[in-house]
């Protein structure tokens, strides 16, 4: 076991609130600082007042980084205020605000969605870095977006939070950060419902 967390969730709702706390999702983030390997990561959902039980394990790997880094690219649930300082070895927060990640891959037309990653520009290379954005709608090419990036910050991240494409269709969203010659891509798919 590389590391453990657990957290009980103990709170009243009240009536007027239940209805939309059932549409929604709680969402817990643990950031855990691991050396390069692979892991799996083994989850459990106890609700003792309904006596049900969920569990579910996923494979993760850690990969050793040479160059520009570049996290996973995320779809967001939400973007909440921080009202305390950022947490500066929580990903999921910066500059006062945390990312809530979306837990399916699906949004209805009227909610276009956001996508959250974090580069980390090598401080070794002279360059600057950037990050060039690709959209697919349906398999075809509809758009590509070059954003120069802002200085990091003093952990050496930089966080980005960029609009996603919000026509109906099933989108392939390709995020490359480049600097120099280096380069590394994440890809996410994600679906916007007709209206």
Known sequence: VADKTSLDFDQSIPDARLAALRASSLT?????????????????????????AGT??????????????????????????????????????????????????????????KVYFVVYPDPNVGREAHVNVEVRRDGQFVGRQFV???????TGAV??????????????????????ADFVRQTIQYVIAGP
């Open 28 to 52: 817990y983030t643990y950031p855990v600082h691991l050396p390069p390997g692979d892991y799996t990561v083994a989850a459990a959902v106890f609700d003792h007042h309904a006596n049900r």
């Open 56 to 113: 579910v394990t996923l494979p993760l790997t850690v990969k050793t980084q040479n160059g520009i880094g570049l996290s996973n690219v995320l779809l967001v649930q939400r973007v909440e205020p921080l009202h305390v300082p950022a947490d500066p070895s929580d990903p999921f927060q910066w500059d006062q605000n945390r990312v809530v990640p979306a837990l399916t891959p699906t949004f209805p037309a009227a909610t276009p969605p």
């Open 148 to 154: 120069d990036l802002p200085p990091p910050d003093a």
């Open 159 to 180: 966080h980005m939070l960029l609009a996603a494409a919000a026509q109906p269709g099933h989108y392939e969203m390709s995020v490359t950060a480049v600097q120099g």
